[in-house]
C-alpha cells in the first residue's frame, strides 16, 4: 500500500527523465511522498503519456533523447494541456532559464538540487493550479491578504516594503517547509545566490523586526546551514 492513498489519488506526476538513476529516484522519493508516478525515457515517449494522461504535475527534464523537453513542452501547449511543468536541466544560465519558462515551464530547478527543494516546489505548483487558489495566507496569528496586500498578526497591521511583502509572502506559501537561500534568490530576488546571502539575512532580520514583535513567539527560524522555515 503507498503511504499516503488519499493524496496519490489525486496528485499523479508524469517524471520526464533519461537518466535512468535520477529517474529511479526521483520515482522511489515521490512515491514515498504519497504520490503517484508514472514515468518515461525520451522526448516521444513522454509526450505520448502526457497528452493522453491526466497529471496534476509534470516533472521535465530538458536533454532528453528522441525529441528534446523544450520541444515536447512546445507541442504540449500546443496541445492544450495546461498541466503545471517543473523543468529539470544541468544548464543555469539566466538565458536558459528565460528560453524555458518563454517554452511554457511553470518552474525551474538546477541539477544537481536537493529533494526536499523539489518536492517543496511541486507543492506550490499543485497548490497554484488549483482553481480555487487562496487569496488568504496564514500561519499562526499572523495573517496576509494578497488581494489588498495587507499584513497583519494578532489584527494588527504591519506595514512592509515591496520586497519584504514578496519574502513573507513566499515564507508562507512554503511554511512548516525548509527554504534554502538558494529558493529565495532564484524565486524571490531572481539572482544568483552567492551575490545575495548577506542581502537576504538583512531582509529576513528586517522582516522578523516586524512581524514579530516583542512578546509575540517567534515564527520565522533559523535552519543551521539550510536557511529558515516559518513555522504555524
Sequence with gaps: MKPAQAASSICRILVVEDED?????????????????VTAANGEEGLQKAVQGQYACIVLDLLLPKKSGLQLLADLRRSGK?????????????????????????????????????????????????????????????EMDLVTRQVTRGGHCIALTAREFELLEYLLRHKNTNVTRDMLSRDVWKEPTAALTNVIEV?????????????????????RGVGYCLQD
Excluded at 511543468?85 to 544560465?93: C, H, P, Q, S, Y
Excluded at 506550490?124 to 495566507?137: C, N, S, V, W, Y
Design 82 to 142: 495546461n498541466v503545471p511543468v517543473l523543468v529539470l536541466t544541468a544548464r543555469d544560465t539566466i538565458q536558459d532559464r528565460v528560453i524555458g519558462l518563454d517554452a511554457g515551464a511553470d518552474d525551474y530547478l538546477v541539477k544537481p538540487f536537493a529533494f526536499a527543494e523539489l518536492l517543496a516546489r511541486l507543492r506550490a505548483l499543485l497548490r497554484r493550479g488549483q482553481p480555487d487558489r487562496e487569496t488568504i495566507l496564514r500561519a499562526a496569528d499572523l
Design 21 to 37: 538513476k535520477v529517474r529511479r529516484n526521483l520515482h522511489k522519493g515521490l512515491w514515498s511522498e504519497g504520490y503517484e508516478v
Design 203 to 223: 531582509y529576513v532580520k528586517l522582516l522578523r523586526r516586524k512581524v514579530e514583535a516583542p512578546g509575540q513567539p517567534a515564527l520565522i527560524q533559523t535552519v
